[in-house]
């Protein structure tokens, strides 16, 4: 029988990863925006991901440099407005979520799909797997969708999600977050990923967002408070744009 | 004719990092008729199904598959309409039955099995594939090539692989217009690694 794991194990193996990137850049390596598939801290991993490098492909006429599109028959007028879904109010703190999304070469994404999911205040999903002892809340589900406009903005109406315990090692806590799932003008800029909160104590002792071992590239996954966003005796704002990672080849395909 | 000169990445717009699509997106990505790719009843349906496994064999069972190819006639230009809705309830109600979108989502079931229905791509062998799941940090793409399709084995991707590498791309028959498809997310001995591509 093995000890289970503590978070100073965690946290030990996290600052080891650490390291390991910091002289990664000062032996002159480029910058890594993105977490390694392989990162032992997110025990998941382990078995997970491929041993052998990618393949790359530059091929100007693969498949993948386009895409698949959404409409309006996709979305419907609710989906970004996760407090409204039920006959009632949810609990918790009621935000607006907003931000751009733009490729990388500054151009807006406009008119894709935008996806998110999110546990509720109390850090509970509405999903049978989910046996965190917190209260479900029968006036939040936690999905949302919108298609971003001419400017690439999208933009949610919710609640602040709570943060949850999971099973990575003992004492594990997920710092709040609301998860994304965005598509750009080429299936080869599909992004998966998790926004953050200002100033969460659990930051440091999250492995799954200290797998993005780039101090930079992290702090990138973390939204602003922005007063202006805020609405008087409605809700609180928060602002978090969005840049596609994706391969130049896209960057010729003009419009969408 | 020249060539419009196009802005390359920005120094300033570094990418927003990837992170796990974690345990809990089943009430929220997958949605009705996700797999059903091919307009219903469509006589050159073909069904690409397999096991999405681990490291040690096992099967995945909390893995999305994506799917995006060419319409039949070849055309990547796509349509809204995968994800169709009911103005009324906002339920997922299904494709239309008439047209192509090229895209495709399904989850893995208990014992790690997708499929999805489809039309063979016009232009090339190949559907493209993104796997999400639980333990992938970042997604990974592969292609599944139909045995069958024409173009096999003049592809380039294809014909630069060793022989046991490119068979992990290609599809097994199985009955007529039954493609199998595993996905070895990392090599268990002696099963070879599916190979993932990167698009740069
Ligand atoms: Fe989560």
């Given at each position: 029988m093995t000890t289970p794991l503590t978070q100073g194990d965690i946290t030990a193996e996290i600052h080891e990863a650490h390291q390991r990137y910091a002289g990664h850049l000062t032996a002159g390596g480029p910058v890594r925006p993105h977490p390694d598939r392989d990162y032992a801290p997110y025990r998941?991993?382990?078995?997970?991901?491929?041993?052998?490098?990618?393949?790359?492909?530059?091929?100007?006429?693969?498949?993948?440099?386009?895409?698949p599109v959404f409409g309006v028959t996709d979305v419907t007028e609710l989906d970004s407005d996760l407090v409204r879904q039920h006959p009632g109010e949810p609990l918790g703190e009621r935000i607006t979520v907003t931000g751009r999304v733009l490729d990388r070469s500054g151009r807006p994404v406009r008119g894709q799909l935008v996806e998110i999911w999110q546990a509720n205040a109390s850090g509970r999903y509405a999903h049978q797997?989910?046996?965190?002892?917190?209260?479900?809340?029968?006036?939040?589900?936690?999905?949302?969708?919108?298609?971003?406009?001419?400017?690439?903005?999208?933009?949610?109406?919710?609640?602040?999600?709570?943060?949850?315990?999971?099973?990575?090692?003992?004492?594990?806590?997920?710092?709040?977050?609301?998860?994304?799932?965005?598509?750009?003008?080429?299936?080869?800029?599909?992004?998966?990923?998790?926004?953050?909160?200002?100033?969460?104590?659990?930051?440091?002792y999250d492995p799954i967002l200290q797998s993005v071992t780039?101090?930079?590239?992290?702090?990138?996954?973390?939204?602003?408070?922005?007063?202006?966003?805020?609405?008087?005796?409605w809700s609180l704002g928060y602002r978090w744009d969005i840049v596609l990672d994706g391969p130049s080849a896209t960057w010729i395909e003009e419009g969408r | 004719?020249?060539?419009?000169?196009?802005?390359?990445?920005?120094?300033?717009?570094?990418?927003?990092?990837?992170?796990?699509?974690?345990?809990?997106?089943?009430?929220?990505?997958?949605?009705?008729?996700?797999?059903?790719?091919?307009?219903?009843?469509?006589?050159?349906?073909?069904?690409?199904?397999?096991?999405?496994l681990d490291g040690a064999g096992t099967p995945v069972p909390d893995a999305v598959i994506e799917v995006w190819q060419p319409a039949p006639d070849g055309s990547r230009d796509g349509a809204p309409g995968s994800m169709r809705r009911d103005p009324v309830d906002g339920a997922f109600i299904g494709r239309n039955g008439l047209v192509f979108t090229g895209f495709g989502r399904v989850d893995t079931d208990a014992d790690g099995h997708f499929a999805v229905r489809t039309l063979p791509p016009g232009g090339v062998p190949y559907v493209s594939l993104a796997v999400f799941a639980r333990g992938l940090l970042h997604h990974l793409y592969t292609r599944a090539y139909l045995h069958d399709a024409s173009g096999l084995t003049t592809d380039p991707l294809l014909a630069a692989l060793p022989a046991e590498r490119r068979a992990t791309l290609v599809t097994t028959p199985e009955r007529a217009g039954v493609h199998r498809f595993d996905i070895r997310l990392q090599g268990d001995a002696p099963h070879e690694e599916t190979v993932f591509l990167d698009f740069g």
């Open positions: 998941s991993s382990v078995l997970r991901h491929p041993k052998r490098p990618l393949l790359p492909t530059g091929d100007p006429e693969a498949v993948e440099l386009t895409g797997r989910d046996q965190h002892p917190a209260p479900l809340d029968p006036n939040f589900t936690g999905v949302g969708r919108c298609l971003t406009d001419d400017q690439g903005v999208y933009s949610f109406v919710t609640v602040k999600p709570g943060a949850y315990p999971w099973r990575n090692h003992t004492n594990a806590w997920r710092p709040a977050h609301i998860h994304f799932s965005l598509f750009g003008s080429a299936f080869a800029q599909r992004l998966i990923t998790q926004m953050y909160f200002p100033g969460d104590p659990l930051f440091a780039d101090d930079a590239a992290r702090d990138r996954l973390v939204a602003t408070y922005d007063h202006d966003l805020s609405t008087p005796e | 004719m020249s060539r419009p000169t196009l802005p390359g990445p920005r120094a300033d717009l570094a990418p927003t990092p990837s992170q796990t699509v974690g345990p809990f997106y089943g009430y929220a990505l997958p949605f009705l008729g996700g797999g059903d790719i091919a307009p219903a009843g469509h006589p050159e349906t073909v069904t690409l199904h397999g096991y999405v």
